[in-house]
């Protein structure tokens, strides 16, 4: 599985960014996608999941803030982060849980999001 992220940059306190993840390869495992974020020097963390079927679940910190969702005919999972914070500010990675006889995560590149304020 190839995980493609896009959409990181600068923004400013209180404005909207939207990531993009593109799934590619031997998808058809693929049980969850997902965001997580790591700032420096903390440890990654969940910011929002989505699995197979549509259920989703979001960090503590980001709830009311962040959306998930998919495009499923495209591989494809989006977050919409609105009311950004400066905390918000870290290098988010795109995951894919593929279900094999456990799971393997797979991780994206990570694209990088600054919030000024």
């Known amino acids: 599985v190839q995980l493609q992220a896009s959409g990181g940059g600068l923004v400013q306190a209180g404005g909207s960014l939207r990531l993009s993840c593109a799934a590619s390869?031997?998808?058809?495992?693929?049980?969850?996608m997902g965001w997580y974020r790591q700032a420096p020097g903390k440890q990654r963390e969940l910011v929002a999941a989505i699995t197979s079927g549509g259920n989703t679940s979001y960090g503590d910190s980001v709830k009311g803030r962040f959306t998930i969702s998919r495009d499923s005919a495209k591989n494809t999972v989006f977050l919409q982060m609105n009311s950004l914070k400066p905390e918000d500010t870290a290098v988010y990675y795109c995951?894919?849980?593929?279900?094999?006889?456990?799971?393997?995560?797979?991780w994206g590149q990570g694209t990088l999001v600054t919030v000024s304020s």
């Open positions: 390869g031997n998808i058809f495992g693929i049980r969850v």
């Open positions: 995951n894919a849980k593929v279900q094999v006889v456990g799971f393997i995560d797979y």
